[in-house]
């Protein structure tokens, strides 16, 4: 094995705040599950720009529409204007994913990123309910922008934005590392009270799986009971679907599995389809209150991106790319129950493609950092996640091939068994 030298990296520190820390390679090329680095070195991507790659890197069909839209000068941005790519999403969008669900959302472009969508749905739902409070929960992430930000659970984070909690509770997410919590009581209760000294919200906003927050779905019978309650009460419900769904855990909203209809809808990340930047509120027709010029912004929806995330569309339709996606799912679990068997005290969550390996029990976070530097260093990247990074995340393309999945987890197992 090589040894990690962060060396390659001394001329950049200096000039700029370079975000990655852990993996000291150049890398200027990726295809598939692959990532290939500037001194030869080839990758496997678990970790696909947190949730961004679902369809791997350069897929080729939508790589395809992409650079015939460039080729042909098609219209690189169009502020509020009526656009042939934005119309064409819009509708592949609608047929694709909404209607075949029961689904009729209206849809905001935000953007560019999940951050800009979190916010449009935290100043919708004040608009809408006249009320400023929001339920957010513990282990919670939203985004790094005042707002979202100030719903997201981790202190460090807020801390580092000097935002306040006022406005905002936390309530203990149903199965987070302390166990199950009936939180959906709790919210009933706090709203109910008026001893409880909580205004009524304006939302409560969740992640349907906690993805940063360390692995955690939300089972599907909690989010009904959220719903019930949320709706019982004139609370808006808002799911915050910007890592855990375009697919990534089996159905392309999380929150499909509940059979819930959610007030807002939050999605960036792989709606994209190519990596590039999207983002976009949707939420019941009757919640649109907004005047016109009251959220706007200049690049609210990229059009190469509209036309990648339309081709993404066709391509989660496709009965190949489906049976490709279940096979490497059940290779997945496949691989968890190897992990489960082999090292007890490790706790093995996971839903469709999102999988985390928690070894909060099992080494912590000091046991994490050295599977993920032993991955790396056989050719695997893997991220953390976890309230304190004791959690192994693993996020391949959804359409991942079985031989370089066979191979990524086969070192995961190595690292997990060098402790
Ligand atoms: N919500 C969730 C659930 C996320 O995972 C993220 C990003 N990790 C965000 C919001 C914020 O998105 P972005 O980083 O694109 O602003």
């Known amino acids: 094995t090589r040894a990690v030298d962060f060396s390659v990296f001394e001329d950049l520190e200096s000039d700029v705040r370079v975000y990655c820390r852990k993996f000291p390679v150049v890398f200027h090329r990726a295809k598939g599950a ?8 080839t990758f496997i991507d678990f970790f696909c720009g947190a949730g961004t790659l679902n369809y791997g890197h350069n897929n080729e069909f939508i790589k395809r529409r992409v650079t015939e839209y460039l080729a042909g000068d098609g219209l690189m941005h169009g502020l509020d204007m009526y656009t042939v790519a934005k119309r064409e999403l819009l509708t592949t969008f609608a047929d694709t994913v909404l209607r075949p669900k029961g689904l009729d959302y209206k849809a905001q472009f935000c953007g560019p990123t999940g951050t800009d969508a979190v916010e449009a749905a935290l100043k ?4 809408v309910t006249g009320r400023s409070g929001v339920f957010a929960f513990t282990g919670a992430y939203h985004g790094m922008s005042r707002g979202s930000l100030g719903v997201t659970g981790g202190l460090r984070a807020r801390r580092a934005g000097g935002v306040s909690g006022r406005g905002v509770t936390f ?6 590392p302390q166990g199950p919590f009936d939180s959906v009581a709790l919210i009933e209760r706090l709203i109910t009270d008026p001893s409880s000294g909580v205004e009524p919200p304006a939302a409560v906003i969740v992640e349907p799986m906690q993805m940063e927050g360390g692995m955690y779905p939300a089972s599907a019978d909690w989010l009904r009971r959220l719903r019930e309650v949320t709706e019982r009460h004139g609370v808006l419900l808002i799911l915050d679907e910007i ?6 855990t089996g159905t392309f909203f999380c929150f499909e599995r509940a059979g819930i209809t959610p007030d807002v809808v939050t999605v960036s990340k792989a709606i994209g389809g190519y990596g590039l930047p999207l983002s976009l509120a949707l939420f019941r027709r009757e919640l649109d209150v907004w005047e016109p010029g009251e959220h706007t912004g200049t690049f609210r929806g990229n059009q190469l991106a509209f036309v990648a995330a339309t081709a993404a569309c066709e391509l989660w339709r496709e009965t190949r790319f489906r049976t490709d996606m279940v096979v490497a799912t059940r290779r997945l679990e496949r691989f968890g129950r190897e992990v489960t068997a082999a090292h007890p005290g490790v706790a093995v969550r996971g839903l ?5 390996i928690d070894l909060g029990a099992a080494g912590g976070a000091e046991r ?10 056989h050719g695997v990247v893997v991220e953390l996640c976890g309230r304190h990074d004791e959690v192994v995340k693993i996020l391949p393309p959804l359409n991942i091939d079985i031989p370089r999945l066979d191979r990524g987890v086969g070192v995961l197992l190595d690292a997990l068994r060098a402790g």
């Open 171 to 176: 309530i203990p997410y149903e199965d987070g």
């Open 243 to 248: 890592q855990a769904g375009c697919g990534r």
């Open 352 to 356: 469709g493609m999102a999988m985390g």
């Open 124 to 127: 919708l739902a004040r608009k």
């Open 34 to 41: 692959e990532l290939y680095a500037e001194d030869g070195r």
């Open 368 to 377: 994490a950092g050295r599977v993920q530097r032993y991955a790396f260093e």
